[in-house]
């Protein structure tokens, strides 16, 4: 748990807190390098997760251009038509 936590926690949680603080530090030294590495890198993980996500961007917000006005229905119409103009329909 984090400092905050222990903060805002009512005095019989902060006994518990610590006594899981104390309890898990105790065993933390216990340990050889290796598995403390991999006990740090869980507790980062474990951090991480925790953390508030942000709201993710939305991909139409991602794409459009600032100052460029929406591609509407038209505008595909039109880039076909320009694209298959000069299509001759009678070579198939």
């Known amino acids: 748990m984090s400092a905050q936590a222990t903060v ?19 065993r933390l030294r216990e340990l050889p390098l290796d598995k403390l590495l991999a006990a740090k890198e869980y507790v980062e993980f474990l951090h991480a ?29 039109e880039a076909r038509r320009e694209m298959w103009g000069g299509f001759n329909r009678e070579d198939i």
């Open 8 to 26: 805002d926690a009512k005095p019989a949680e902060q006994l518990e807190v610590k006594t899981i603080l104390d309890l898990t530090i105790e």
């Open 49 to 77: 997760k925790s953390l508030p996500k942000r709201p993710r961007r939305s991909l139409e917000g991602t794409l459009r251009t600032p100052g460029r006005r929406p591609i509407t229905r038209e505008d595909i119409d």
